[in-house]
């Protein structure tokens, strides 16, 4: 009789133990998820520049180092150049840190202009395919890039419409590296004119 009563009472609390898993299952499939949210980490308020809290620390390094670049009473464009022009691919072809193909990469350096367009061809070519990760329950490799080597600066003259031409824009080439070769560009000239009291991006190729 005795050996019953146990065998009644391991059957018992197996049963809970049962019901209880079960329960947990049942509650963390209905409850909310975290959702991921990129915040405005920091700025720099004369430029227009701001940084997402979800970039890499790669990139907030980048960020905080153009901070101190334009913080100096007389600029160095030169530097200026340098620097955004390396931020730029950093952000745009680094995709594996964005939330979703509509969280374009590098678009506070382009051109106010040209913003509208910049952001649809993105998102129809090179953030085409990027997954939703605001769950973090994204699985897909994509690319993080690892430096970027400004191989050539010139200046140019480049014409915007009827009414702007920059006598002293900048056409620059630079060298990209990757954490992993997953087949993206490797070399890219980027075309910056002068925008009020920046220098902003007109052309990738």
């Keep these: 009789m005795k050996l019953k009563k146990k065998v009644k009472v391991i059957l018992v609390i197996a049963i809970l133990l049962i019901v209880a898993g079960l329960g947990f299952l049942a509650y963390e499939s209905i409850k909310p998820k975290a959702v991921k949210t990129a915040t405005v980490e920091n700025e720099i308020k004369d ?88 769950y973090g329950n994204r699985n897909q490799k994509l690319p993080e890039v690892t430096d970027v080597t400004v191989e050539n600066i010139e200046n140019i003259e480049y014409t915007i419409g009827t009414d702007f031409t920059d006598d002293n824009a900048y056409q620059v080439e630079v060298s990209i590296k990757y954490k992993e070769d997953m087949d993206y560009p490797t070399k890219a000239t980027l075309t910056f004119v002068h925008e009020d009291n920046k220098l902003s991006l007109v052309e990738v190729e």
């Design 47 to 134: 430029y227009g520049y701001t940084l997402k809290s979800t970039r890499n620390a790669r990139y907030k390094e980048a960020f905080q180092e153009l901070k101190d670049i334009l913080s100096k009473k007389n600029v160095d464009e030169e530097a200026y150049l340098k620097q955004i022009s390396k931020m730029f691919i950093m952000d745009f072809y680094t995709l594996d840190d964005k939330l979703a193909n509509t969280d374009v990469g590098g678009i506070d350096f382009v051109h106010t202009n040209a913003k509208t367009n910049f952001l649809e061809k993105s998102e129809d070519t090179v953030y085409k395919y990027v997954e939703n990760d605001i």
